[in-house]
């Protein structure tokens, strides 16, 4: 059986959910990478700055457009040195900006990705997958890609036959 790593950022806290601010326990990214886990198994890793972005949901956006723009990279916690022992790997994050939160690029940047499958998870209220499968072809050199699936946020907690199905076809 092939080894999996689900990386993933999310956000707790104030979101926007179906054209308002709603506060979450628990990220859509995280419920949805929890999902990939319960259906194929593997490893959870969490991607966490050390600097928290604003608890504002908006400031967060304008915090979030900056990195992108500045093409930033913010150190995380804690980091991943090496993806050795797993052949698929998922990439899962909401859509900040079209694409990733720029803190999964930190970490990705890090690794080598050569033999390895990579596929594409992004939550998200409108911007589908964005250009996130593009971002990842640049990132994770030496890669395959399976077809990501773009996960409408305010659904998160009610895809996980979709999320199931999916990942169940990528490995």
């Known amino acids: 059986m092939a080894q999996n790593l689900i990386i993933y950022y999310s956000r707790k806290g104030e979101n926007y959910v179906n054209g308002k601010i709603v506060d979450l326990k628990k990220g859509n990214t995280e419920i949805c ?4 886990q319960k259906a194929v198994g593997g490893d959870l890793f969490e991607i966490e700055t050390v600097d928290d972005y604003s608890k504002d949901y908006n400031k967060c956006t304008e915090e979030a457009k900056k990195e992108l723009n500045e093409n930033a990279r913010p150190e995380l916690k804690k980091y991943l040195d090496n993806i050795d022992l797993y052949e698929n790997i998922f ?3 909401p859509c900040w900006w079209g694409t990733y939160p720029v803190a ?10 050569s033999g390895k499958k990579v596929m594409a998870l992004m939550t998200h209220e409108g911007s589908g997958l964005g250009s996130c499968e593009r971002d990842l072809k640049k990132i994770c050199k030496g890669a395959s890609f399976g077809t990501g699936i773009a996960i409408h946020g305010a659904d998160a907690a ?6 199931t199905e999916w990942a169940k076809k990528s490995i």
């Open 33 to 36: 990478a929890e999902f990939i």
């Open 91 to 93: 990439v899962c994050g």
């Open 104 to 113: 999964v690029f930190t970490q990705l940047e890090k690794l080598d990705f």
């Open 158 to 163: 009610q895809s996980e036959k979709a999320v």
